[in-house]
């Protein structure tokens, strides 16, 4: 076998089995996907291991995972011992290990796999975190270690790969501060190995090939924090990019000395998948700016336990604007002495650009949920034609929805409607 010469910033990475779960991220070029292919290759070379390759569609393997150990096996001038098969994609050892590829794009071929002790999700952040839980299901071995190796270009922060390895603010988990990694590099963090590389870090790419990526500052601030930088974020347009968060102090006092403050109140309502939430907001009319000081946000609850929450938080005597299509619910609430009337039926697309209109809209850091939703709300992309699908988001955002409802009959050039008491 030939000697190979790595990328020193992948050299621990590379000869490093004492965790179960190796987690990668980085920019475009970085080499993180030839080094855990290269990694699983050495492993199986030295010892008799069946390795699973995993990407959302099958087909995609060929021109990528698949590729590379068909690489790796040339440059180790390996070819007259490793056997490759390309139909069905399969790689086998003189030893017995072996490599096959298998995409969630067909969940019936995982099921017969037995014995499997590293798996490889290449672009993991593609696969739905349900699939991630059935492979790490798919991951046993009467006496082998175990080990499951993610790699992934940087994503929203709404995607399961951010949620589930750093934070999760629905679930309250915090894992690690991706801002650490960028810094360390490498972090180990009780069974996960965390790893971050850039371009800078592939010592084998031309100059040219980084000075594209530097091109991206000046046309695509999204992609080239994704590419370049190789940091998690937000993806897409942003629908609301006046958006501040302010400490919750700040944004009464700012309320308490308005000349003409307008209070509303609007409610979505969820169950099982999506939330009940609630929007306290009051419009500075003369700045036109939005301010949300207050929420409610919940789910899983029936509607007494609604009832209780509510009259808690203050809001019997306000007037709230609800969901239309709830009237149920609304009604409900209505019997309990709630003053809670259903909305105009104004379209998304419609309510969307009414609350751009505002010139600011500051959030109180009192409204975690608000912020987590709407911060890094971006308008979905159509994937065949690469435009944005009006009045669509990445997310469905209730909090938005609260908003919409509750300024309803509010326009920001034409005040009307009711002035709910705070």
Same mark, same amino acid.
């Given at each position: 076998?030939?000697?190979?010469?790595?990328?020193?910033?992948?050299?621990?990475?590379?000869?490093?089995?004492?965790?179960?779960?190796?987690?990668?991220?980085?920019?475009?070029?970085?080499?993180?996907?030839?080094?855990?292919?290269?990694?699983?290759?050495?492993?199986?070379?030295?010892?008799?291991?069946?390795?699973?390759?995993?990407?959302?569609?099958?087909?995609?393997?060929?021109?990528?995972?698949?590729?590379?150990?068909?690489?790796?096996?040339?440059?180790?001038?390996?070819?007259?011992?490793?056997?490759?098969?390309?139909?069905?994609?399969?790689?086998?050892?003189?030893?017995?290990?072996?490599?096959? =590829?298998?995409?969630?794009?067909?969940?019936?071929?995982?099921?017969?796999?037995?014995?499997?002790?590293?798996?490889?999700?290449?672009?993991?952040?593609?696969?739905?975190?349900?699939?991630?839980?059935?492979?790490?299901?798919?991951?046993?071995?009467?006496?082998?270690?175990?080990?499951?190796?993610?790699?992934?270009?940087?994503?929203?922060?709404?995607?399961?790969?951010?949620?589930?390895?750093?934070?999760?603010?629905?679930?309250?988990?915090?894992?690690?501060?991706?801002?650490?990694?960028?810094?360390?590099?490498?972090?180990?963090?009780?069974?996960?190995?965390?790893?971050?590389?850039?371009?800078?870090?592939?010592?084998?790419?031309?100059?040219?090939?980084?000075?594209?990526?530097?091109?991206?500052?000046?046309?695509?601030?999204?992609?080239?924090?994704?590419?370049?930088?190789?940091?998690?974020?937000?993806?897409?347009?942003?629908?609301?990019?006046?958006?501040?968060?302010?400490?919750?102090?700040?944004?009464?006092?700012?309320?308490?000395?308005?000349?003409?403050?307008?209070?509303?109140?609007?409610?979505?309502?969820?169950?099982?998948?999506?939330?009940?939430?609630?929007?306290?907001?009051?419009?500075?009319?003369?700045?036109?700016?939005?301010?949300?000081?207050?929420?409610?946000?919940?789910?899983?609850?029936?509607?007494?336990?609604?009832?209780?929450?509510?009259?808690?938080?203050?809001?019997?005597?306000?007037?709230?604007?609800?969901?239309?299509?709830?009237?149920?619910?609304? =009604?409900?609430?209505?019997?309990?002495?709630?003053?809670?009337?259903?909305?105009?039926?104004?379209?998304?697309?419609?309510?969307?650009?009414?609350?751009?209109?505002?010139?600011?809209?500051?959030?109180?850091?009192?409204?975690?949920?608000?912020?987590?939703?709407?911060?890094?709300?971006?308008?979905?992309?159509?994937?065949?034609?690469?435009?944005?699908?009006?009045?669509?988001?990445?997310?469905?955002?209730?909090?938005?929805?609260?908003?919409?409802?509750?300024?309803?009959?509010?326009?920001?050039?034409?005040?009307?409607?009711?002035?709910?008491?705070?």
């Amino acid at each position: 076998m030939k000697e190979k010469e790595v990328n020193p910033h992948f050299e621990d990475f590379l000869f490093d089995w004492s965790y179960k779960t190796y987690f990668l991220v980085g920019g475009y070029g970085s080499s993180k996907s030839y080094h855990a292919a290269l990694k699983i290759f050495l492993k199986l070379l030295s010892e008799k291991r069946t390795a699973l390759v995993v990407r959302e569609v099958y087909d995609t393997h060929r021109d990528s995972t698949f590729s590379l150990f068909s690489e790796i096996v040339e440059d180790l001038a390996l070819s007259g011992l490793v056997k490759i098969n390309s139909s069905p994609m399969q790689i086998k050892f003189p030893n017995g290990s072996k490599i096959i =590829f298998r995409g969630m794009d067909k969940p019936e071929k995982l099921k017969s796999i037995n014995n499997i002790s590293i798996v490889w999700l290449e672009e993991c952040s593609e696969i739905k975190y349900a699939g991630y839980k059935e492979l790490l299901g798919r991951l046993r071995h009467p006496t082998l270690s175990l080990h499951m190796i993610l790699t992934t270009n940087p994503v929203s922060k709404e995607n399961w790969a951010y949620t589930h390895f750093f934070r999760d603010d629905i679930e309250e988990r915090f894992i690690l501060d991706d801002e650490e990694l960028y810094q360390k590099r490498t972090i180990v963090i009780d069974n996960t190995y965390y790893h971050h590389s850039l371009a800078d870090d592939n010592l084998f790419l031309p100059q040219s090939y980084i000075d594209q990526l530097d091109e991206m500052k000046s046309y695509d601030p999204d992609l080239y924090r994704i590419a370049r930088k190789g940091q998690f974020g937000v993806n897409g347009k942003l629908v609301l990019p006046q958006l501040e968060e302010w400490n919750h102090e700040m944004v009464m006092n700012d309320i308490n000395n308005m000349r003409k403050p307008l209070f509303k109140n609007g409610m979505d309502f969820g169950f099982v998948d999506s939330f009940n939430a609630v929007s306290r907001m009051c419009v500075d009319t003369e700045k036109e700016w939005l301010y949300v000081w207050d929420e409610y946000y919940t789910r899983g609850i029936d509607d007494p336990q609604i009832a209780k929450d509510l009259e808690k938080r203050g809001l019997k005597k306000v007037i709230i604007k609800g969901d239309n299509a709830e009237a149920k619910t609304i =009604f409900y609430l209505q019997q309990k002495g709630f003053r809670i009337v259903p909305c105009y039926k104004l379209t998304r697309v419609e309510n969307t650009k009414k609350i751009k209109r505002f010139k600011k809209i500051i959030i109180s850091k009192n409204c975690p949920n608000h912020i987590r939703e709407l911060k890094s709300l971006t308008l979905k992309i159509d994937p065949k034609t690469g435009k944005v699908i009006p009045g669509e988001f990445n997310i469905d955002p209730h909090t938005f929805s609260a908003i919409w409802y509750g300024l309803d009959d509010y326009e920001v050039t034409n005040m009307k409607g009711y002035n709910a008491k705070r």
